[in-house]
């Protein structure tokens, strides 16, 4: 019994759809993350998207901008994994705010984008190894570190694997 449960868990994991990341926009460069920066305050105030597509669970893509070392998130569109996809107006989630863009004062974490060429892949999810991390750190909002990490000892593991 204990193998077919693990078996059905793993069969979970492993066929599940990889999500759709948040657009994040950083020195006039488009970059896929895989962060969230709006789902605490979604949590925090409750509000609930449909999700309708099996890539994009949590019901909306995000696009964020570095700005002034502030995040804004600028855009928001609803996710249907359809040509008919609309946009969110940002009112909608902060009815206070009449700007274009609303700074994401709520965020405090770390965004990563990659860079490089792909150096290897994760066990467990296949996720690929780029040469180079940059981590952008926000508290409240505000940028307080910008780091960039060099991969080498991903690199070194993958190359002493073959």
């Known amino acids: 019994m204990r193998h077919f449960l693990l078996i ?3 069969s979970i994991y492993l066929f599940a759809t990889p999500q759709l990341g948040e657009t994040f926009i950083v020195d006039k460069k488009r970059y896929q993350i895989h962060e969230n920066p709006l789902s605490s305050y979604i949590y925090d105030k409750k509000i609930e998207f449909a999700g309708t597509c099996s890539a994009c669970w949590r019901g909306y893509h995000g696009t964020w901008k570095m700005e002034d070392d502030y ?4 855009n928001l569109i609803e996710c249907t994994c359809s040509s008919d996809e609309k946009e969110i107006p940002l009112s909608k989630l902060f009815p206070k705010q009449k700007a274009k863009k609303v700074k994401a004062i709520w965020f405090t974490g770390t965004i990563t984008i990659s ?7 994760t066990d467990i999810d ?13 508290k409240n909002g505000k940028l307080i570190e910008r780091k960039v990490v060099l991969n080498k000892s991903k690199a070194q593991i993958f ?3 073959q």
Request: one cysteine or more.
């Open 71 to 74: 995040l804004y998130i600028i």
């Open 8 to 10: 059905c868990i793993a």
């Open 115 to 121: 860079k490089g060429r792909v150096v290897n892949h």
């Open 159 to 161: 190359l002493n694997k």
């Open 126 to 138: 296949h996720m690929p190894i780029y040469e180079n991390d940059i981590l952008f750190s926000f």
